[in-house]
């Protein structure tokens, strides 16, 4: 089960488009803008210019439901909330399953190390117009191992390309990748790191999603796989990595006080160069891993709607599983509005069923590993509207909520530096917190009777209607 394999079965259902000839200087990341937008295929870049043939990039992987359910192994015509509630119940229903350490991996077909390294072996595209640099590393996956409780995080955060042997490291404040790596460098050592460039959806997908601390990324992948993840040992960290990567790389994510480099501007998901040029920390490469002809992820950043990972989709599956987790019921979808990129217009459908019932469904949405991150606004209806309806979410926000009584601001919560609004004295500051709103756009459950009724044909007038002028009406 590894990337190309995926890209072989996209191939069957004609779901991939192979691309030759396009620059990794801003060309390749303008195709898969356009082509996103225009819902096109996923795109497999080869005889990138400058690069010999077979480094490819491939990007819109899973971007839309189709490719979605296929990586998941859904039927081809899931859309929407049905989508999202077939991926809460695989995580909830999902057994972790432990990795297996297998002694050598397809991964290691190349390998560089010391002198020899060259990460700009790889193409690594200039995504948008103001990126400050190249990036390596959108879709990756950045291997960490806690030193305190020596369990093995896995997290996307992007890489920029700064030299041969340096990539910078941009995590958000308070993800796991960043609590371990100060664990580290609070001891006054640098922090042992893998990145990978490149695996299956299954492997991939648990990177990015919000998991609880301690919860390894790669047994959740094997839950998904429903057999355990091969995976090699790093030679010079000793850091796992899945034996089918397609490219891998390890060394130290060196501590602040040694070394920092300018990181970004860079082209962010909610639609700006929101965290601009800022000094970060940066991984000092010791050894290349890379398969013969290697196929890197590339999910770069698209101004909303677009998306390249479909992540807004992950992100409504797992909050709605944290939120069965509680045992809080009536839950009955949760979507978040492409327009918010993958996280800022989070929408959940409820069956109310006691007073209060809404507001608790809003704060407990915002308090998990994945709700808990990055939010702004959160979306309470009721179970007559399809909260994946932005036009039917809209309609309840405009005539349910009643501005003085529905709507509640909660200052000062966990946030990150890409955040238009956060200004730059905030952020200097290290006050990386921004406020949430919560819009009840539910009838208030006291007067949820005398509500005004809605002025729709009801289901019975509207079939008997379509059935006798199906002429007028088809
Ligand atoms: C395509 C993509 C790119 C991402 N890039 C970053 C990033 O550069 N930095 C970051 O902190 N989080 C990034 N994220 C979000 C994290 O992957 C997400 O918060 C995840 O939960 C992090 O793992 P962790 O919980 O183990 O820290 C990205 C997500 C996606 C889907
Ligand atoms: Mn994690």
Known sequence: MDLR??????????EVQVVDGADWDLEIGAITELSNERKGRALLFDKIKGYPEGFRIIVNLVSTPKRLAAAM????????????????DTFKNLEPVEPVYVAKGPVQENIL?????????????????????????????????????????????????HDRDTLGLDIVRGNHGDLIRQAYWAMGKPCPVAV?????????????????????????SGGLLGKPLELIKCEYTGLPVPA??????????LPPEVETREEGPFGEWPGYYGSGAH?????????IMYRNAPIILGSPPLRPPSSSSGSHVMRAANIWHELEKLGIPGIKGVWNMRSGGSKLLNVISIEQKYAGHAKQVALASMSGSEGGSHGKFTIVVDDDIDPSNDEEVLWAMATRCDPDTSIEIIHNCWSSSLEPTLTREKKLKGDITSARVIILATRPYHWKKDFPVVNRASNSLREKTLKKWADVLS
């Not at 394999?5 to 004609?14: A, P, R």
């Not at 490149?198 to 990177?207: D, F, N, R, Y």
């Not at 089918?244 to 994510?253: Q, R």
């Open 279 to 287: 000094m970060e920390a940066v991984i000092k490469v010791k050894t």
């Open 5 to 14: 394999q995926f890209i072989n079965d996209l191939e069957k259902i004609n």
């Open 73 to 88: 192994g859904y039927p081809a015509d899931v859309h929407s909330i049905e989508l999202v509630r077939l991926l809460k």
């Open 113 to 161: 190390r010391d002198e020899q390294v060259d990460l700009l072996k790889f193409p690594s595209p200039k995504w948008h117009e103001l990126d400050g640099g190249r990036y390596l590393g959108t879709g990756s996956m950045v291997v960490m191992k806690d030193p305190k409780d020596n369990w093995v995080n896995v997290g996307t955060y992007r890489t920029q390309l």
């Open 244 to 253: 089918h990567s397609e490219i891998a790389v390890e060394g130290e994510c």
């Open 196 to 220: 990978v460039f490149g695996a299956h959806p299954k492997v991939w997908i648990p990177a990015f999603m919000g998991l609880p601390w301690g919860v390894e990324e790669f047994r959740i």
